[in-house]
């Protein structure tokens, strides 16, 4: 039985888990899963500062191909980007159908939204919050096609 409150592995862990399957994906693909990860992490409404130090540590061991921008200021942009569409359910669709189109097969979807979904459990604590933007995206990646 799992303990409440209790995590078994950590934000590093979890990208060490996916890392070789995002690194095969295309940039677009996995700036993508990187903005599942990130609307999962604000679906409480609340990123605090030592989690976005921890998320960009982290995700220096994927591969980065944006020569746009760095993977820390792509962060930061995703994470404005989520925080402005959480405050509106139109927006915040849209953006799930933008990450849906992005990753393209419904191959990679399935794989994101596993991913995505192993990570919430991290706590053992998935808020209803979380349990509805789950839910969102579960039905947009299955209707929306390429």
Do not use: C
């Amino acid at each position: 039985m799992y303990n409440k409150g209790v995590k078994m592995f950590t934000i590093a862990d979890w990208f060490m888990g996916v890392k070789d399957e995002v690194n095969d994906l295309e940039q677009r693909q996995r700036e993508a899963e990187l903005d599942l990860l990130i609307l999962m992490m604000y679906a409480d409404r609340h990123i605090d500062e030592n989690e976005t130090i921890k998320i960009k540590a982290d995700s220096e061991s994927l591969i980065w191909e944006n020569r746009e921008y760095h993977i820390d200021l792509y962060i930061d942009k995703t994470i404005a980007s989520v925080r402005n569409v959480m405050v509106n359910r139109n927006r915040l669709e849209l953006f799930i159908k933008d990450i849906a189109l992005r990753l393209r097969t419904q191959e990679v979807k399935n794989r994101a939204f596993v991913n995505v979904e192993k990570f919430m459990e991290i706590d053992f604590d998935i808020s209803p919050k979380e349990v509805e933007l789950l839910g969102q995206i579960d039905e947009i990646f299955h209707t929306l096609e390429y």
